[in-house]
């Protein structure tokens, strides 16, 4: 019943920009944390960059001050704001959320499909 819904991955050249967002649908009672996860190409899935409800934000080491997590509680919403890419960000994107939903017990991690960024040169 839930699903989260991702978009703005594409093309950049090294050194521009993207942003992504995020949106999660269906019956949600209320959100804990919400962020970015990505997978480089071999690589396993790794944490980009999470915030909590209240805008506490945790990021990988790679993407510290080149990347903005943010989010907007009302619409159910997440953003990865995304400068200075590099070509090693090449990735696909996955949104993560920590929800409860109507009708559930404990909380549940949502993932989105996915979106893919290419960083080139």
């Known amino acids: 019943q839930v699903q989260l819904v991702e978009s703005g991955g594409g093309l950049v050249q090294a050194g521009g920009s993207l942003r992504l967002s995020c949106v999660a649908v269906?019956?949600?009672?209320?959100?804990?944390?919400m962020g970015w996860y990505r997978q480089l190409p071999g690589k396993q899935r790794e944490l980009v960059a999470v915030?909590?409800?209240?805008?506490?934000?945790n990021y990988a080491d790679s993407v510290k001050g080149r990347f903005t997590v943010s989010r907007d509680n009302a619409k159910n919403m997440v953003y990865l704001q995304m400068n200075s890419l590099k070509s090693e960000d090449t990735a696909v994107y996955y949104c993560?959320?920590?929800?409860?939903?109507?009708?559930?017990?404990?909380?549940?991690?949502?993932w989105g499909q996915g979106t893919q960024v290419t960083v080139s040169s």
């Open positions: 269906g019956n949600i009672v209320s959100i804990n944390f």
């Open positions: 993560n959320a920590q929800l409860l939903p109507r009708g559930g017990s404990t909380w549940y991690d949502y």
């Open positions: 915030v909590s409800r209240g805008d506490t934000t």
